[in-house]
């Protein structure tokens, strides 16, 4: 099995383990073989031009903005984290002092900043997926890859993390996963939702032997149908559990349109939509007012 390897520092405690591996821990940079002013790093040609269309989008007297969408490159080449010299590149290229790159690079999660796993899984603590079973799929994820939060598998291949709210809690629980393994040009950053541990642990699996895990909910490929796991499981809701009459009157198949035109009439009447109101009348001129007084 996996032994656990971890560059953060532990500090004798065991309180709550944070998202990523090591910015969260102390906001500071210690020089390490890996990570030093030696350690090289300049963009590949192929990069620079992904380089050249980011600053495009900015004016010339603001490349500062292209600072994020830069350090994303820079850590999708460099094995999903940012060495000291890939922050310094990036500030040479959008002409701010290297602190400016310093202050974001260790203030966003998403961004590393010591070696992780060819696979980043991020698993959502927050409380929606907490109480549909976040701690049961973290612990899953634990056992399995005998690993802790903020460690990595001694086969570099996963790094643990955890993080708040990624926006879908509508299919909690759920994870995350950043994929470094092409660098760049095949980097994709999934969902992977409404998750039981037995998902999750194959999750894990699948991307392990080169498989591509479905992506999205496990159990559904829009809104409906409805359900959510329970105990560890998917469970399905039934009719008397509460499927909208819409759903149940259509079978079991998504019905639509979920909108209509506001625009065209109503069915059996006239449009809702309100008249545009009447321009405002033009402002009296100096003599008319000098004439009501
Ligand atoms: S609480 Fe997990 S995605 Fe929102």
Same mark, same amino acid.
């Given at each position: 099995m996996a032994q656990a390897s971890s560059s953060s520092p532990s500090f004798g405690c065991t309180s709550r383990s944070f998202a990523t591996n090591s910015h969260d821990i102390?906001? /500071?940079?210690?020089?390490?073989?890996?990570?030093?002013?030696? /350690? %090289?790093?300049?963009? /590949? %040609?192929?990069?620079?031009?992904r380089v050249a269309e980011v600053l495009?989008?900015? %004016?010339?007297?603001?490349?500062?903005?292209a600072c994020i969408p830069l350090l994303d490159l820079a850590q999708q080449q460099n094995d999903g984290w940012l060495s000291l010299n890939a922050m310094n590149r990036v500030a040479e290229i959008i002409e701010v002092p290297p602190i400016r790159v310093y202050e974001v690079a260790t203030f966003y999660t998403m961004f590393n900043r010591s070696p992780i796993g060819k696979y980043h899984i991020m698993v959502c603590g927050t409380t929606p997926c907490m109480l549909c079973g976040s701690r049961s799929i973290s612990s899953a994820i634990k056992d399995h890859l005998k690993i802790d939060y903020g460690q990595t598998t001694s086969d570099g291949l996963f790094t643990l993390g955890e993080m708040?709210?990624?926006?879908?809690?509508?299919?909690? %629980?759920?994870?995350?996963?950043?994929?470094? /393994?092409?660098?760049?040009?095949?980097?994709?950053y999934n969902y992977y939702e409404d998750l039981t541990p037995a998902d999750a642990v194959k999750i894990l699996e699948d991307l392990k032997g080169g498989k591509k895990p479905k992506v999205g909910s496990q159990y559904r490929d829009f809104a409906m149908p409805a359900g959510q796991v329970q105990g560890g499981k998917w469970t399905a809701a039934s009719n008397k559990a509460g499927l909208t009459l819409a759903f149940e009157a259509s079978g079991g198949k998504v019905p639509g349109p979920y909108c209509r035109n506001l625009d065209e009439p109503a069915e059996g009447g006239e449009s809702k939509s309100a008249p545009p109101p009447p321009p405002p009348p033009p402002p009296p001129s100096k003599e008319g007012a000098k004439a009501k007084a």
């Amino acid at each position: 099995m996996a032994q656990a390897s971890s560059s953060s520092p532990s500090f004798g405690c065991t309180s709550r383990s944070f998202a990523t591996n090591s910015h969260d821990i102390l906001n /500071t940079h210690r020089h390490s073989p890996k990570n030093n002013w030696e /350690t %090289p790093f300049d963009f /590949t %040609p192929e990069n620079y031009e992904r380089v050249a269309e980011v600053l495009a989008k900015f %004016p010339t007297n603001y490349k500062q903005s292209a600072c994020i969408p830069l350090l994303d490159l820079a850590q999708q080449q460099n094995d999903g984290w940012l060495s000291l010299n890939a922050m310094n590149r990036v500030a040479e290229i959008i002409e701010v002092p290297p602190i400016r790159v310093y202050e974001v690079a260790t203030f966003y999660t998403m961004f590393n900043r010591s070696p992780i796993g060819k696979y980043h899984i991020m698993v959502c603590g927050t409380t929606p997926c907490m109480l549909c079973g976040s701690r049961s799929i973290s612990s899953a994820i634990k056992d399995h890859l005998k690993i802790d939060y903020g460690q990595t598998t001694s086969d570099g291949l996963f790094t643990l993390g955890e993080m708040e709210c990624m926006g879908s809690c509508v299919n909690a %629980p759920m994870i995350a996963v950043a994929d470094y /393994t092409g660098g760049a040009q095949s980097f994709s950053y999934n969902y992977y939702e409404d998750l039981t541990p037995a998902d999750a642990v194959k999750i894990l699996e699948d991307l392990k032997g080169g498989k591509k895990p479905k992506v999205g909910s496990q159990y559904r490929d829009f809104a409906m149908p409805a359900g959510q796991v329970q105990g560890g499981k998917w469970t399905a809701a039934s009719n008397k559990a509460g499927l909208t009459l819409a759903f149940e009157a259509s079978g079991g198949k998504v019905p639509g349109p979920y909108c209509r035109n506001l625009d065209e009439p109503a069915e059996g009447g006239e449009s809702k939509s309100a008249p545009p109101p009447p321009p405002p009348p033009p402002p009296p001129s100096k003599e008319g007012a000098k004439a009501k007084a």
